[in-house]
């Protein structure tokens, strides 16, 4: 495996003192480069293990460690300079211009009392264009459908310019063609060397674009390897206590359920 | 051509807008100097505040320092009321909040009342509590258990307010009706009447410190107004920022609030309007508002004062034109809050 970006040692997580673990031992290694798809039912700590990859949140126990350092030996600025956020949804109060939301992306890199420069916007304007909304550009980002502000959030997390995203259900409000598109995007990042690690709850999609899969259950890591070894029915099965089958068409991993 | 320079174009938008804006509150400034009910009702000449000895100390005595000040309770009200409702995230919230204004008219009772209605102790007082609203919200936000930290800190906003509220109650309950419930009452309405050149002196560096410390960080609070995890992912100390930005605003609201009173609207309805002309980023939606907070004070204190013999007390007209411009504004389509 090469390098490791990201590693989970023996993480146990709760919300509050005495509640549920959310995370249990749970533990795993995110090789520089490649996409990570995270698999798994609703309430199994997929977000939660996305939070504590961003620092957002510590573990009870255990450590996360980013590029061999424990988070918390980084600043904040030097964690936002690294790793990015794209949220499944982020309510906003404000119409800011789709340009002004991507440019908020370019804040690790400016200082309390900086003002953004001719470069951090074209940077952002680049970001827009890369998920199709630059011509969108002025528009309010109150006056966009869910799945175009999903495309924003992406953009904005593109202007950060990091080196491991992490997107909460990327594609749950895109439609065919922006999923396409934003698959797309996803490999051209890998070109660039970057790491992207996704949850999800859409096996076809995770078969299409990940290098690896994560299949999490109960707080622990039930399976985990590269797509062809991992993504079968009997896991899948397994995870969503739901009968799946996986098969192929047209070279492409297919999957059904009851 | 650069793609950046296309975007320029709101920019220059914004700086002409900022130009015309300063040009209008400079003109009523002015105008606000020569108006008033001396010697008749309506506007003094050059010649009168050059030539007549009472109308020049009227003009440099009474009504600069007032006009100064009315310029800076517009300027720290709407930035205060700009950048709360960006940090908590909700449009309708106002500098008053977190038991800053209950506190305030607490101070101002307790003084009136209870320690002697000196001037200075009134003035001293309602600062302190307002102060310690913040502080005492602050502080039950803190240990509340549950919730993300913007909600804590609304929860205890309104606690804290409703407990000031019934402090204040108490007070008028033990004022005596004939002077000191009536002062009291004064006072809450709100009004400039009082303000001398000490006043001035003393809040206006303040209010100076805090809004050039507000417009610093302006850019910045872009990323406060965003969620907790999202601000923090992008670099944020979303606790210790939030702290900082909001001790700022509420120091320049307590300030002034102590030598106003408590002046309704300005700070709720400003920022809608920078964000109406300016659109929602606050490098320009900030000092959009502080402009037009200066310039609506200003309008409405020259309209406290000039046409009726008896003056109105600031607090009232704020209201009732505040009221009236909301509901205008309302109607007339988004004020920024998402259905």
Known sequence: ?258 | MTSFQTDSNPVRRARLLFIGLAALLLLVFFLSLLAGRYPSPGLLSIEQVQNDQMAHNIVFRMRLPRALLAVAVGMSLAAAGTVMQMIFGNPLVDPGFLGVSQGAAFGAGLSIVFLGNSPWMIQASAAFFACLGLLISYFVAWKIRYGSWVLRLILAGICVSAIFTSLLGITKYAADPTTQLAELTFWLLGGLSAITWQEVKIVVPLVLLCLTGLMLFRWRLNILALKDSTAFSLGASTTRERAFILALAVIATAAVTAVSGLIAWVGLIMPHLARRLFGADARFALPGSMLLGALSVLICDSLSRVPFAAEIPLGIVTSLFGALFFMALMMSGSVGVKK
């Open chain 1, 1 to 258: 495996m090469s390098e490791a970006i990201l590693e989970f040692n023996s993480l146990s997580f709760a919300y509050q003192k005495g509640s549920p673990l959310v995370l249990e031992g749970f533990s795993m290694q995110i090789g520089r480069g490649g996409v990570v798809a995270v698999l798994g039912p609703n309430g199994t700590g997929k977000t939660t293990m996305l939070m504590l990859a961003l620092g957002w949140l510590s573990p009870d126990a255990g450590q996360v460690k980013l590029l061999g350092r424990s988070l918390d030996d980084y600043s904040r600025r030097e964690l936002g300079q690294i790793v990015s956020l794209v949220p499944q949804f982020e309510p906003t109060f404000f119409d800011f211009s789709l340009l002004d939301f991507a440019l908020l992306g370019r804040a690790p890199y400016l200082g309390s009392f900086s003002m953004p420069s001719a470069e951090d916007y074209e940077i952002a304007r680049q970001a827009l264009s890369k998920v199709g909304m630059v011509e969108k550009a002025t528009r309010s980002v109150m006056n966009i459908s869910g799945g175009e502000h999903q495309l924003v959030l992406l953009a904005r997390s593109l202007a950060q310019q990091t080196e491991l995203l992490l997107l909460d259900e990327p594609t749950s409000h895109l439609d065919i063609k922006n999923k396409s598109r934003l698959l797309a995007i996803l490999r051209e990042l890998v070109s660039e060397g970057k790491t992207i690690i996704f949850t999800t709850h859409e096996p076809d999609v995770a078969a299409m674009i990940a290098t690896s899969v994560v299949m999490v259950k109960g707080g622990r890591v039930l399976h985990a390897g590269p797509v062809a070894e991992v993504m079968t029915g009997a896991n899948l099965t397994e995870v969503y206590d739901t009968r799946i089958e996986a098969g192929e068409y047209a070279s492409r991993h297919v999957f059904f359920w009851d």
